[in-house]
C-alpha cells in the first residue's frame, strides 16, 4: 500500500508569506496527525483529525496555524503570516480506526525554512 | 520536566557491541509505548512497541517499569546500520486519542 505522502517535501518562505503544507494519509485511515520538529527540540504533536473532524488541537501553536481535513481524506496544514520560528520539519502520521493506541506511520516530512 | 526524558547521547559504539538507552516518562496513567527509530533527515518509523512483560524482536529488547515509569531498549550485536536516533514515545492515555508524546532521541552511531 502506499505510504503517507507529504507535499512540498521542501519550502522556504520569507516571513510574512503564506505557506500551505499537504498531507494524504494512507487510503482508509480515520486517524490523521500532524507533529512538528523545530530545530534542537523533540517532535511534538500540533493535532489530530478523525475523518474530518479536529480530535485534538491541542498542540497549535496559535492562531496563524490552521488545519483542514475537507473530506476526510487528506488534509492540510497553511500556515499565514509565517514567522521564523515556524521554521522546522512537520510530520503528518496516520492510522486506522482501530488502532489508536499503536504506533502509527509517518509521512516523510515537510521541512520549513522561513527568511 | 519534559513529559518523556532521554538521554540525547551521542552513543559511540563498535560493531558488535550491545547498547542500552534508558528513558523516563512523568506522566503515570499513559498507556502505551514505542520506540521509533529516526534516520538522518528521514521520518520516524516504529521500531517496536513496549509491553508491560518485555518484548524482543532479533536483536532489539524492550523493557517497560510502570512501577518506575522507566522503558528502555536493549541492542544487542550492534550493526552499522543501526546507527540512527532513537526516540522512546509515550502515549499518555486513551482520552488523549492516539496523541503522541516523544522524547529528544538518544543519537547512536556504530563505528566499523
Known amino acids: 500500500e502506499a505510504g503517507v505522502t507529504q507535499f512540498p517535501s521542501h519550502s522556504v518562505i520569507e516571513k510574512g508569506q503564506t505557506v500551505t503544507l499537504r498531507c494524504d494519509p494512507i487510503s482508509g485511515h480515520d486517524n490523521l496527525y500532524w507533529y512538528r520538529r523545530v530545530m534542537g527540540k523533540e517532535i511534538k504533536f500540533l493535532l489530530h483529525f478523525v475523518k474530518e473532524s479536529k480530535q485534538d488541537e491541542s498542540g497549535m501553536p496559535n492562531n496563524r496555524f490552521l488545519a483542514e481535513r475537507t473530506g476526510g481524506t487528506y488534509s492540510t496544514l497553511k500556515v499565514q503570516p509565517a514567522e521564523l520560528e515556524d521554521s522546522g520539519v512537520y510530520f503528518c502520521?496516520?492510522?486506522?480506526?482501530?488502532?489508536?493506541?499503536?504506533?502509527?506511520?509517518f509521512g516523510s516530512g515537510t521541512r520549513l525554512t522561513v527568511v | 520536566r519534559k513529559e518523556v526524558e532521554q538521554d540525547p547521547g551521542p552513543f559511540n559504539v563498535p560493531e558488535g557491541a550491545t547498547v542500552a538507552f534508558n528513558c523516563t516518562y512523568s506522566n503515570s496513567a499513559s498507556q502505551s509505548f514505542f520506540w521509533y527509530r529516526q534516520d538522518c533527515r528521514k521520518e520516524p518509523k516504529l521500531l517496536m512497541s513496549v509491553y508491560s512483560s518485555g518484548n524482543e524482536d532479533g536483536r532489539f529488547t524492550a523493557q517497560l517499569n510502570r512501577a518506575s515509569q522507566y522503558i528502555s531498549l536493549l541492542i544487542r550485536d550492534s550493526k552499522l546500520s543501526d546507527s540512527a536516533t532513537y526516540l522512546c514515545v509515550v502515549n499518555p492515555s486513551y482520552n488523549q486519542g492516539g496523541k503522541l508524546i516523544f522524547g529528544q532521541g538518544t543519537e547512536l552511531s556504530v563505528k566499523p
Open positions: 502520521a496516520s492510522s486506522p480506526r482501530d488502532r489508536l493506541n499503536y504506533g502509527y506511520t
